[in-house]
């Protein structure tokens, strides 16, 4: 048997393509000797069992049982989950975990001071609050927290979202220190936004600037034209104090910091070192009264009395305090689970929802704003050694005895060295439009959301930013979704597997099989996108190719009369009608592909007969027009079939998650169409969801036509192809 041209050429291809490739290893091998299993068959060989979907009742009644159980081990197991404390601290280690937490909470509490007065401007609030927030928040996530190494308390995107609502429902007070309006948007994507916004506004703490508050869209650009409206009115004292701060906390962070950090675990604590400083110099050269220098001002003494939040402003606020929460919650899992995956522990993200929960709740009666982890303070209490949670008992205690008797001395602390403080902690943010190149290069969707949510949240405001940045953000995703990845797969020699012909010149497509592989979920989006592709990819559109075999249909027909008109004028005049050529016929008509050989039409040999024998032919002539139609018809339909791309369409499904009811009736309806003009269609790897509303939507394909793998099909396909009869034997299997 002479071998195929084309095979030989692909061999040569795929040896050329292995030549340039790094050599395979000829002792591994992947070899497989198994039956084609359809989906049911697989099902039944592997003793497959539907799960049993449990009712509401069931579900409560399991948890009340593993819960709610009057016995001892479930009340124990009750309270350490929802008092985690109950469960560490009985096995917690002084030889092994006692000094490296005492050094963490030391660390982490001198980190506390400076943070948490200068993040307290962002959220409008006095800056003493700021370590209010640190004691309570600590030592409460101490209770109820899962994670060893988070440091809760200030964080700014919660501080400056938590600004613009005090901003918007507080009355304005004129000694009031000046604080920052700032921009938020999501905090992986657009970061960016937020340190944009913050440097913007900050100049004007940093310039010693008293300028309006405004509100509304557009405030972040009417501040912007009134600092430099105003810029010549900057004070001095301020410009020298913010630059001299700021070259400092740099010089540190670029400088000294990478160089301690080889010698020492221990950072240096500029930032608690520069609010010394800057408390000093203020307090000995008197900076308020002789260069009209902002400072702190009153700081009380001792732990604030509790009083009831104004529960008045719940229906104003609902909505920012939600956006608030949740950001809140995201950022500080996420930073929970990234320090228990490296040190190999369990976070349980429910029970970090209670900590936060009753952590915020129970220091809202002492004016704290929502709390969140801080990346830095975590990453520097890992770093020195911190252990667990007992490292937040430290800190607490220290910041105890700052708020007991220490508050006071920082009266004289000028607003402007916590500003500088905010900026260069925000230089993280700003490095972050470097990366902006990348973004664009890896998706250009994902630069659009972040250009658009720049622009609205600078151009506007932040409520309506973010509100347009999670618009745009669901518009990316309803496109992408709907218009997945899509292919027409073919096999690569001697193996089961199936790749993009489009992609991979050594897989060619099966004879007589189409193999459509979609990309990702099916649902109402893109079940026309769904249908488009398939009929683009294989070429065939089931309702044009119907459309066209019943116009060829009718012209068979109406030729075949035609015909066995001139048949019956050559009975009746045979001499007369002999001396003339029969027209061509149909197949002339209709310009049928050439290459087909036409057989003789049933007409044209009763027309011979006819004219040969001279005579006329005394039967039915109604039943013979009839029958002669529809030999024709049959024959248009035969020589159609022979000139198809393929009889047998498979759908690989296996990237298919999920399916809504309008999307499987998109398909069903596909399906009916493609069986209706004798494509058989095969669906391959579907999952249990997708079987189900198959099953639900009236699917015309039997159980013989379902299988769990592409080379399973084409493996059935080309058996039953060379053996009819196989088709028969494995309906009957299954």
Same mark, same amino acid.
């Given at each position: 048997?002479?071998?195929?041209?084309?095979?030989?050429?692909?061999k040569?291809?795929?040896?050329?393509?292995?030549?340039?490739?790094?050599?395979?290893?000829?002792?591994?091998?992947?070899?497989?000797?198994?039956?084609?299993?359809?989906?049911?068959q697989?099902?039944?060989?592997?003793?497959?069992?539907?799960?049993?979907?449990?009712?509401?009742?069931?579900?409560?009644?399991?948890?009340?049982?593993?819960n709610?159980?009057?016995?001892?081990?479930?009340?124990?197991?009750?309270?350490?989950?929802?008092?985690?404390?109950?469960?560490?601290?009985?096995?917690?280690?002084?030889?092994?975990?006692?000094?490296?937490?005492?050094?963490?909470?030391?660390?982490?509490?001198?980190?506390?001071?400076?943070?948490?007065m200068?993040?307290?401007?962002?959220?409008?609030?006095?800056?003493?609050?700021?370590?209010?927030?640190?004691?309570?928040? &600590?030592?409460?996530?101490?209770?109820?927290?899962?994670?060893?190494?988070?440091?809760?308390?200030?964080?700014?995107?919660?501080?400056?979202?938590?600004?613009?609502?005090?901003?918007?429902?507080?009355e304005?007070?004129?000694?009031?220190?000046?604080?920052?309006?700032?921009v938020?948007?999501?905090?992986?994507?657009?970061?960016?936004?937020?340190?944009?916004?913050?440097?913007?506004?900050?100049?004007k703490?940093?310039?010693?600037?008293?300028?309006?508050?405004?509100?509304?869209?557009?405030?972040?650009?009417?501040?912007?034209?009134?600092?430099?409206?105003?810029?010549f009115?900057?004070?001095?004292?301020?410009?020298?104090?913010?630059?001299?701060?700021?070259?400092?906390?740099?010089?540190?962070?670029?400088?000294?910091?990478?160089?301690a950090?080889?010698?020492?675990?221990?950072?240096?604590?500029?930032?608690?070192i520069?609010?010394?400083?800057?408390?000093?110099?203020?307090?000995?050269?008197?900076?308020?009264?002789?260069?009209q220098?902002?400072?702190?001002g009153?700081?009380?003494?001792?732990?604030?009395?509790?009083t009831?939040?104004?529960?008045?402003?719940?229906?104003?606020?609902?909505?920012?305090a939600?956006?608030?929460?949740?950001?809140?919650?995201?950022?500080?899992?996420?930073?929970?689970?990234?320090?228990?995956k490296?040190?190999?522990?369990?976070?349980?993200?429910?029970?970090?929802?209670?900590a936060?929960?009753?952590?915020?709740?129970?220091?809202?009666?002492?004016?704290?704003?929502?709390?969140?982890?801080?990346?830095?303070?975590?990453?520097?209490?890992?770093?020195?050694?911190?252990?667990?949670?007992?490292?937040?008992?430290?800190?607490?205690?220290?910041?105890?005895?700052?708020?007991?008797?220490?508050?006071?001395?920082?009266?004289?602390?000028?607003?402007?060295v916590?500003?500088?403080?905010?900026?260069?902690?925000?230089?993280?943010?700003f490095?972050?439009?470097?990366d902006?190149?990348?973004?664009?290069?890896?998706?250009?969707?994902?630069?659009?959301?972040?250009?658009?949510?720049?622009?609205?949240?600078v151009?506007?405001?932040?409520?309506?930013?973010?509100?347009?940045?999670?618009?745009?953000?669901v518009?990316?995703?309803?496109?992408?979704?709907?218009?997945?990845?899509?292919?027409?797969?073919?096999?690569?020699?001697?193996?089961?597997?199936?790749?993009?012909?489009?992609?991979?010149?050594?897989?060619?497509?099966?004879?007589?099989?189409?193999?459509?592989?979609?990309?990702?979920?099916?649902?109402?989006?893109?079940?026309?996108?769904?249908?488009?592709?398939?009929?683009?990819?294989?070429?065939?559109?089931?309702?044009?190719?119907?459309?066209?075999?019943?116009?060829?249909?009718?012209?068979?027909?109406?030729?075949?009369?035609?015909?066995q008109?001139k048949?019956?004028?050559?009975?009746?005049?045979?001499?007369?009608?002999?001396?003339?050529?029969?027209?061509?016929?149909?197949?002339?008509?209709?310009?049928?592909?050439?290459?087909?050989?036409?057989?003789?039409s049933?007409?044209?040999?009763?027309?011979?007969?006819?004219?040969?024998?001279?005579?006329?032919d005394?039967s039915?002539?109604?039943?013979?027009?009839?029958?002669?139609?529809?030999?024709?018809?049959?024959?248009?339909?035969?020589?159609?079939?022979?000139?198809?791309?393929?009889?047998?369409?498979?759908?690989?499904?296996?990237?298919?998650?999920?399916?809504?009811?309008?999307?499987?009736?998109?398909?069903?309806?596909?399906?009916?169409?493609?069986?209706?003009?004798?494509?058989? &269609?095969?669906l391959?790897?579907?999952?249990?969801t997708?079987?189900?509303?198959?099953?639900c939507?009236?699917?015309?394909?039997?159980e013989e036509?379902?299988?769990?793998?592409?080379?399973?099909?084409?493996?059935?396909?080309r058996?039953?192809?060379?053996?009819?009869?196989?088709?028969?034997?494995?309906?009957g299997?299954?």
């Amino acid at each position: 048997m002479a071998a195929n041209p084309a095979a030989l050429r692909r061999k040569q291809k795929m040896a050329e393509a292995a030549a340039s490739c790094p050599p395979v290893d000829q002792q591994v091998r992947v070899v497989v000797a198994r039956p084609a299993f359809t989906q049911q068959q697989f099902q039944k060989q592997f003793d497959y069992t539907e799960p049993k979907p449990k009712t509401n009742s069931e579900l409560v009644a399991e948890h009340f049982r593993d819960n709610c159980a009057p016995n001892g081990d479930c009340v124990a197991n009750t309270l350490t989950r929802y008092l985690p404390i109950l469960a560490w601290l009985p096995a917690y280690s002084i030889k092994n975990d006692l000094f490296g937490d005492i050094i963490a909470g030391v660390t982490v509490a001198i980190m506390h001071v400076p943070q948490g007065m200068a993040y307290a401007l962002l959220a409008r609030i006095p800056p003493i609050h700021g370590i209010y927030m640190a004691f309570f928040q &600590c030592l409460l996530y101490v209770i109820f927290g899962t994670s060893r190494h988070v440091s809760v308390g200030t964080f700014a995107v919660t501080c400056i979202m938590t600004g613009k609502v005090v901003m918007e429902y507080s009355e304005p007070q004129p000694n009031a220190p000046n604080g920052t309006e700032q921009v938020l948007y999501d905090p992986v994507l657009v970061a960016t936004t937020v340190s944009m916004a913050v440097g913007i506004v900050e100049v004007k703490s940093l310039f010693g600037l008293t300028l309006p508050r405004y509100t509304g869209p557009g405030k972040l650009i009417k501040t912007f034209v009134a600092i430099l409206r105003n810029a010549f009115s900057a004070n001095p004292a301020a410009m020298v104090i913010s630059g001299t701060a700021i070259s400092v906390l740099v010089f540190n962070n670029e400088y000294l910091k990478p160089k301690a950090a080889k010698r020492t675990k221990f950072p240096i604590p500029i930032e608690l070192i520069v609010v010394v400083i800057g408390t000093v110099a203020s307090y000995f050269g008197d900076l308020h009264g002789n260069y009209q220098v902002q400072v702190i001002g009153n700081v009380t003494t001792g732990l604030p009395k509790p009083t009831n939040p104004i529960f008045s402003l719940i229906p104003n606020i609902l909505m920012d305090a939600v956006i608030i929460a949740i950001i809140a919650y995201s950022v500080s899992l996420s930073m929970a689970q990234l320090f228990a995956k490296k040190h190999e522990y369990v976070v349980d993200a429910n029970q970090e929802l209670i900590a936060y929960g009753v952590g915020n709740i129970a220091s809202s009666f002492f004016a704290c704003a929502p709390m969140a982890a801080s990346l830095s303070r975590s990453l520097i209490m890992e770093n020195v050694g911190g252990r667990t949670q007992a490292s937040g008992i430290i800190t607490s205690s220290i910041l105890l005895v700052v708020l007991l008797w220490l508050g006071p001395l920082f009266q004289v602390l000028p607003n402007c060295v916590l500003s500088s403080i905010i900026v260069v902690s925000l230089k993280g943010m700003f490095m972050q439009f470097s990366d902006l190149k990348q973004v664009w290069r890896t998706s250009r969707a994902d630069a659009v959301i972040w250009f658009t949510t720049f622009a609205a949240v600078v151009g506007l405001d932040i409520d309506i930013g973010l509100a347009v940045g999670v618009a745009v953000s669901v518009v990316v995703l309803l496109l992408r979704n709907q218009k997945p990845e899509t292919a027409l797969l073919g096999n690569i020699d001697g193996t089961d597997i199936y790749l993009d012909v489009k992609k991979y010149k050594a897989a060619e497509e099966e004879d007589n099989v189409k193999i459509f592989q979609f990309g990702g979920p099916l649902h109402f989006c893109n079940r026309d996108y769904f249908r488009q592709r398939v009929i683009e990819l294989t070429g065939l559109d089931p309702i044009q190719y119907k459309s066209f075999v019943a116009k060829l249909e009718s012209q068979a027909r109406s030729a075949a009369m035609k015909e066995q008109l001139k048949l019956k004028k050559a009975r009746r005049n045979p001499q007369k009608e002999s001396s003339k050529k029969t027209g061509g016929g149909f197949f002339k008509e209709t310009k049928l592909d050439p290459s087909v050989e036409k057989p003789e039409s049933a007409q044209k040999r009763a027309q011979k007969e006819g004219i040969a024998n001279g005579g006329y032919d005394n039967s039915d002539e109604k039943t013979g027009s009839h029958e002669s139609a529809a030999d024709a018809v049959a024959q248009v339909r035969q020589e159609v079939k022979i000139n198809m791309m393929f009889s047998h369409l498979i759908f690989d499904m296996t990237s298919v998650g999920f399916t809504d009811t309008a999307s499987t009736r998109s398909l069903v309806s596909l399906l009916k169409e493609y069986e209706a003009i004798d494509v058989s &269609c095969y669906l391959v790897g579907c999952n249990e969801t997708v079987l189900r509303i198959l099953a639900c939507c009236s699917c015309p394909l039997g159980e013989e036509r379902f299988f769990p793998t592409v080379h399973d099909t084409v493996v059935s396909i080309r058996a039953r192809a060379a053996d009819p009869d196989a088709q028969s034997t494995s309906s009957g299997m299954s």
